[in-house]
């Protein structure tokens, strides 16, 4: 961070603190003059000189506390000033080391030096205007808030004995209070980088994030970027609000279902359903979250109900991986993917943590055909991958670079695991099991190589029929044998990635990930890097 070159961020935020105690102070001073005024009224004074001194009393008073309440409102400014101040160098010195790590000097202004830095191992390439722009940002914002306080600071002079004081005060704590609860950004909410939003979030203060926790949940839970226990806290508290909802709706129905009959009672019938429905689905993420070493990653209850389990510690486990679930999965089934990552967890052993991952809507039956889903599934999922990748920077956890991630995708999700390896996602090994395809002729057409392309299919695993589809006429135009809607079949030897064992306790489509069984031990071998252990 390079010396302050001068203006409100150079200024002293314990200073401004001090000042803004001291205005306290006097408020108290004068409203206990006040008070003692108040009590001028000696016994028995009566006649004309009486009433004038009751008067210049209250006349005393009223000043008193007018004055009290300017010094009071400029106290709450000054508060709000130092805050800023505060918040705003913190802001600009993370910007500035987020630059530095891509070799870019940055002053107090964001204006880049000629002096340039080494480039730190696994910077992200992004990093020099992510740092810039959040120095742009914090100094902007500064100003804002100075401008707010001198429109406070000039209402308290504004005319008339009570209206300009009034309007002070309240324009003071109304800037205080977006001090103490900073809105965040519209760039970040409109899909800023990872980068910058773990940039933002460290450069809050302790009593900023804490109070957008409490107050503003629902603004984190899907910010990707941010520490894995800040999106933990804030999905937890808006798993617990939906669950009230729910609460309060049924409540809400149950007279109302006594009241009517007919039609009315059949269609209330039904939303009491629905709403039961979904009470279950929640308390069912709600017990797969219980456990020790859990975290909700994600919880936005929109479309099917899109949730995110991981079981280990994210930010410092050295390998991470994701089970991508297939058609049909809905929020009622996170349980057992969440059962599912445990089991893979429990196999790739000490060090690493694994993401239930339901980040997209999983079609149904009659758009299984389609890639539509996989297509936004795969940019949801290299939006959560690389803001887990920020989120350990932001966190304090493993250093970039150091943790492996592996993506295990499970029929449907081994083409949304497919697409986001291929358009660029930063994963080390593409592990798919019962797969119809990944969208990639081979594994050499893979970022990740051939080698980091893991396949496996039980021999009796039905979705081996879909490679055959085009006898059927489910496809337009001749296909190879072998291939489906979605390429060719990736647990061939003729596909060119590495084939694993899953033994013969799997059978079907569904049984994978069944603990005990070659398949899941495999998984977790390549998810932990053991590659040597893995069974061909």
Do not use: C
């Amino acid at each position: 961070m390079t010396a302050r070159t001068g203006g409100l961020l150079a200024a002293s935020a314990p200073a401004l603190n001090a000042a803004a105690q001291t205005s306290a102070a006097v408020t108290t001073l004068l409203a206990e003059v006040a008070a003692a005024v108040s009590r001028l009224a000696p016994s028995g004074w009566v006649g004309a000189g009486a009433a004038a001194g009751s008067q210049a009393r209250d006349v005393l008073g009223a000043e008193l506390r007018r004055q009290g309440g300017a010094t009071g409102a400029v106290s709450t400014s000054l508060r709000a000033l130092a805050l800023a101040v505060q918040e705003a160098q913190a802001q600009v010195a993370v910007g500035q080391g987020l630059a530095a790590t891509a070799g870019l000097l940055l002053d107090d202004e964001g204006t880049p030096q000629p002096v340039r830095l080494p480039v730190e191992a696994g910077a992200d390439l992004y990093a020099a205007g992510a740092g810039r722009a959040q120095v742009l940002a914090a100094r902007a914002r500064l100003d804002a808030v100075d401008a707010a306080v001198a429109h406070a600071l000039t209402d308290l002079l504004g005319a008339g004995p009570e209206g300009g004081l009034t309007t002070g005060a309240s324009a003071a704590a109304d800037v205080l209070a977006a001090e103490m609860v900073p809105p965040v950004p519209v760039a970040l909410v409109a899909g800023s980088s990872a980068l910058q939003v773990g940039g933002w979030w460290a450069g809050l203060l302790p009593l900023q994030r804490a109070a957008l926790l409490r107050g503003k949940p629902e603004a984190l839970g899907d910010l990707q970027g941010l520490p894995i226990g800040a999106r933990d806290a804030a999905n937890r508290a808006l798993l617990s609000q939906a669950l009230q909802a729910d609460e309060a709706r049924l409540d809400q129905l149950g007279p109302h279902l006594l009241a009517h009959s007919g039609l009315g009672h059949n269609l209330l019938t039904a939303e009491r359903r629905r709403v039961l429905a979904q009470q279950k689905a929640l308390l069912g993420v709600q017990g797969a979250i219980a456990g020790p070493g859990r975290q909700l990653l994600r919880f936005p209850p929109r479309g099917d109900g899109r949730a995110e389990v991981a079981v280990g510690d994210v930010e410092h486990a050295r390998a991470l991986g994701l089970i991508v679930p297939g058609m049909s999965t809905e929020l009622d089934e996170v349980p057992d993917i969440a059962a599912d990552a445990a089991t893979v967890q429990a196999a790739a052993g000490a060090g690493t943590a694994v993401v239930a991952w339901l980040g997209y809507d999983a079609p149904h039956v009659r758009q299984v055909a389609s890639s539509d889903q996989a297509v936004a599934g795969a940019r949801s999922l290299d939006a959560d991958v690389r803001g887990l990748r920020a989120a350990r920077t932001a966190g304090g956890g493993t250093p970039v670079g150091a943790q492996r991630i592996t993506v295990v995708g499970h029929s449907y999700g081994s083409l949304v695991a497919g697409l986001a390896a291929g358009r660029g996602t930063p994963v080390d090994d593409v592990v798919v099991v019962g797969s119809p395809g990944v969208a990639a002729r081979s594994a050499r057409d893979l970022p990740q190589g051939a080698s980091h392309v893991w396949a496996a299919r039980a021999a009796s695993d039905p979705i081996r029929f879909v490679f055959d589809a085009h006898r059927f006429g489910g496809v337009p135009g001749p296909l190879p044998r072998s291939h489906s809607w979605f390429g060719p079949d990736p647990s061939r030897a003729s596909f060119g990635g590495q084939r694993f064992l899953v033994g013969p306790g799997v059978t079907g489509h569904v049984r994978y990930f069944e603990p005990g069984t070659e398949s899941v031990a495999n998984i977790g071998r390549i998810v932990a890097g053991r590659y040597a252990e893995v069974t061909h």
